[in-house]
């Protein structure tokens, strides 16, 4: 019997979950030209992701003064993400899929992971910021929604092919469950 290292059930992880991302997603090429065609629900979904990692960290943080510095610059990271996730759905509207190649389109997409990375670097710092102030329990909670948004920043660029999906944590299906959004 052959054992399996850490290291490398991993690394099957993360090839399992980067073909679970693209599997939201078609590549065609014509020629010189690639396209890449998104699915809109699994974008939303990701975006919705970024929304409630950061309202778990604002929940969290009432009543924690170490973690109050980090407060308003959470909500202004949730605030533009809010704003782009509701500008991309109501662009979309019912759409299955969009072209990402598309300048409109991709403009609003990478808005929206610029976005979802703003959220999830914050809430990362507020983490560090605030370190042993944190009781054991807060400490759980927020770090499983950082560890879960970073599964999904790595899933999301991925799908948009930039990187390999390196950061995971959890798989898509635990990350998305671990910050309330169903699909």
């Known amino acids: 019997m052959r054992n399996v290292s850490r290291r490398a059930a991993l690394r ?4 399992l ?12 090429t014509s020629g010189n030209v ?24 604002i929940s969290l943080a009432s009543g924690i003064s170490a973690l109050t510095p980090y407060l308003a610059a959470i909500e202004a990271a949730e605030t533009a993400l809010a704003t ?9 509207g019912s759409s ?12 609003r997409v990478d808005s929206l992971l610029s976005d979802i990375e703003s959220v999830s670097s914050t809430i990362a710092a507020a983490i560090s910021g605030a370190g042993s102030s944190l009781s054991s329990t807060v400490k759980s909670d927020a770090t499983t929604a950082a560890n879960a948004l970073a599964t999904v920043v790595s899933l999301f660029e991925a799908l948009l092919g930039s990187t390999s999906a ?18």
């Open 12 to 15: 099957g992880l993360g090839a």
């Open 17 to 28: 979950a980067a073909g679970t991302a693209l599997a939201a997603c078609t590549v065609t």
């Open 34 to 57: 690639t396209t890449i065609t998104l699915n809109v629900a699994k974008i939303t979904a990701y975006g919705q992701a970024g929304v409630n990692a950061a309202a778990t960290i």
């Open 84 to 92: 782009a996730l509701t500008a991309f759905s109501a662009a979309a």
């Open 96 to 107: 299955v899929t969009v072209s990402y190649d598309d300048t409109n389109w991709k403009t």
């Open 166 to 183: 390196a950061r995971l944590g959890m798989t898509e299906a635990q990350a998305l469950k671990a910050l309330g959004v169903s699909r």
